[in-house]
């Protein structure tokens, strides 16, 4: 009896070894199965972070190499300079392969989307200057079965960054110039950067103890952060001061504190202590003068002879409309205009029956006053004509009288124009018009000067003239929006009537010239003070890269005054709401150093737009740096 019971123990001794040696080894296979797969998730994370990060320094490259706007966007083949270095075999025709360092056994593969404003996209609504890509990145295993299997794929969409985004961006000041960002006049409220040294000049008479109202930092003349690039290296922030006044302590080299708890003297300069004044990387000035030009004529086929004043390149004619009873053929609007000819001494934007800027000609106003003109003088063959280009936003009735001309159609009577439509009058002393379908792309492109710019802009637009031929654009007079009350900051989702300025350089005026006569006169600039500005309500952008003026603070290519110390014609101020990019920084006043009080040319103040963080302008100068706006893992079927 004993020995049968030994032998079952010795049984079911033998049958609890098996079982256990089974669960263990279940257990040790799921564990390496787990460890295998936590594995391949950081892998695949690894794989597909070096894919985006290789992929936006190859667009920064192209952006660099002005190769972004190419119909169809070439993907590297391993022997293109522009392409970074360590990126040298590739997988499949739409992806990329990096030469990266990666797991053993693991590629990555990109595919990019361009949205409808990106060339490339073949829905083009009308390219734009920041580029916008849905990349599409996934890690491959080489180590599966067959030719590999996607472990992990993440969309990202890659925005290119826009000059708009800063508040204020000067390349540099010009060389041996004496200006300096004094405190007592100096105030930015958004993102500030510059190329060169940032120098500031700082009032013994300052109170470092004056922080606003409960102590919030909105007396700080840098509202948000500030980056420059090239640094003083005989301070220890890396700032150049031109007084003894200096927000750390010369002996210690610590900064100072103040009788605010928690704060010091970097506190009143800048709204983020010391942490919001640091080094950053020089971001380059574009040349966009060849891709504005094309964009406005819609071809990079320049017409052999255009006619002097506005040119429309029509798409197809897409329907017709009655005029006096007389059927004539609409073409589509599908770019911008094109001016052509001599300096326009007069640009003027008109809105309805506004009270500083109104459409002078009532039938043109539209049923509810709202349409937007714009109005150019210019002088060809010794002729001075005033041409007008009007966007119709309600029903309009033209009737010029007796026989007139439209899209070469000869008639008479009236024609009602619905909302939606561009008309184009090339000289208003002549009954000849154009009429397209739609706005168009919003872009007024020439080579030539402007010299006196004003009035309300309504829809979204960019003015420019030829940044690689030196040309300017003067500014005369107020450049409100229609959908802003002025002295009123933009809120956000304010974006229908932005206004870009691009040019060479540009100059507040010192002479006006009305864009219906002709006339010319001096301008007044006591008109302006600080509490009653010349508001600015745009996006300027001036200067180019290589600028031969860069020894020169009023020729330079930026953002000036002309005769800025002449105080014979009074002092002004301008309040720009918006954003300002200047090359070389330019003079644009004088000041009492100890007050700030503005004693010639314009005093100044830069508010942001924050809508310009997400829309700007069209076509407005872009950097070439990316930055993602979204990202997100995409589920993985089994048999990817």
Request: hydrophobic letters at 30%; charged letters at 15%; glycine letters at 10%.
């Amino acid at each position: 009896m004993r020995k049968r019971e030994l032998g079952s123990a010795l049984l079911l001794t033998i049958f609890l070894i098996i079982v256990l040696e089974f669960i263990g080894m279940s257990f040790l296979a799921r564990v390496q199965g787990e460890m295998a797969q936590t594995t391949r998730d950081v892998s695949s994370y690894y794989v597909v972070q070096t894919g985006l990060s290789n992929t936006m320094e190859w667009l920064q490259n192209r952006a660099n190499a002005n190769l972004l706007d190419n119909a169809v966007l070439t993907l590297p083949t391993g022997t293109d300079p522009n392409e970074p270095p360590l990126m040298q075999t590739y997988y499949e025709r739409d992806g990329l392969s990096s030469g990266t360092p990666l797991p053993s056994g693991w590629t990555w593969r990109v595919r990019l989307f361009p949205d409808q404003f990106t060339a490339g996209n073949a829905n083009l609504v009308g390219a734009n200057s920041a580029h916008c890509y849905k990349a599409v990145i996934d890690a491959i295993d080489r180590n599966a079965e067959g030719t590999g299997r996607v472990r992990r794929r993440a969309v990202a969409w890659l925005h290119q960054g826009s000059f708009a985004q800063f508040s204020y961006f000067f390349g540099q000041f010009a060389t041996g110039s004496n200006l300096w960002l004094n405190l007592n006049t100096f105030r930015v409220e958004g993102p500030f950067h510059t190329n060169g040294r940032l120098r500031l000049s700082i009032p013994s008479s300052i109170d470092w103890n004056d922080l606003g109202p409960g102590n919030d930092g909105s007396t700080a003349n840098f509202q948000s952060m500030s980056t420059f690039a090239s640094t003083d290296s005989t301070t220890p922030d890396g700032i150049e001061y031109n007084t003894s006044t200096r927000p750390y302590d010369s002996t210690t080299l610590l900064p100072v504190n103040l009788t605010i708890p928690g704060k010091t003297r970097y506190d009143r300069i800048a709204r983020l202590g010391q942490a919001g004044l640091k080094p950053d990387n020089p971001i380059n000035m574009p040349a966009v003068s060849t891709l504005m030009q094309e964009a406005a004529w819609g071809d990079s086929t320049m017409p052999t002879s255009p006619r002097h004043g506005i040119n429309v390149n029509p798409g197809n004619v897409v329907e017709t409309l009655s005029a006096g009873g007389t059927s004539v053929p609409i073409p589509k609007n599908v770019n911008g205009v094109l001016l052509h000819g001599n300096d326009i001494d007069a640009f003027q934007m008109q809105v309805g029956n506004d009270s500083q800027f109104p459409i002078n000609t009532a039938a043109l106003r539209g049923a509810n006053n709202d349409n937007a003109s714009f109005l150019m003088r210019q002088t060809t063959g010794g002729t001075a004509r005033t041409r007008r280009l009007t966007q119709t936003y309600s029903d309009t009735v033209l009737n010029p009288g007796g026989t007139w001309t439209i899209n070469g159609v000869s008639t008479s009577g009236s024609m009602t124009i619905p909302a939606g439509y561009t008309l184009v009058q090339n000289d208003t002393s002549v009954k000849t018009y154009e009429i397209y379908k739609d706005y168009g792309n919003g872009l007024f492109y020439g080579n030539q000067n402007i010299r006196s710019l004003e009035g309300k802009n309504k829809g979204r637009h960019t003015i420019s003239v030829n940044q690689s031929g030196n040309k300017e654009i003067h500014i005369s007079d107020e450049l409100l929006r229609a959908d802003v009350t002025p002295g009123n900051k933009p809120t956000m989702g304010t974006t229908r009537d932005q206004l870009g300025v691009v040019g060479y350089a540009i100059r507040f005026a010192r002479y006006r010239t009305d864009v219906n006569t002709g006339t010319t006169a001096q301008i007044n600039r006591s008109q302006w003070s600080p509490n009653d500005p010349l508001y600015v309500y745009a996006a300027l952008f001036a200067g180019k890269p290589g600028d031969p003026n860069a020894n020169s603070d009023t020729a330079g290519g930026g953002v000036g005054t002309i005769n800025y110390n002449d105080s014979s014609i009074g002092a002004g101020a301008f309040r720009v709401y918006g954003s300002l990019t200047e090359n070389i920084r330019q003079a644009k006043g004088t000041f009492n150093s100890s007050t700030g009080q503005g004693t010639s040319g314009m005093s100044y103040r830069y508010d942001y737009d924050p809508n310009f963080q997400n829309v700007q302008p069209p076509y407005f100068p872009a950097q070439s740096n990316f930055e993602v706006r979204s990202w997100n893992d995409q589920p993985i079927s089994e048999d990817a």
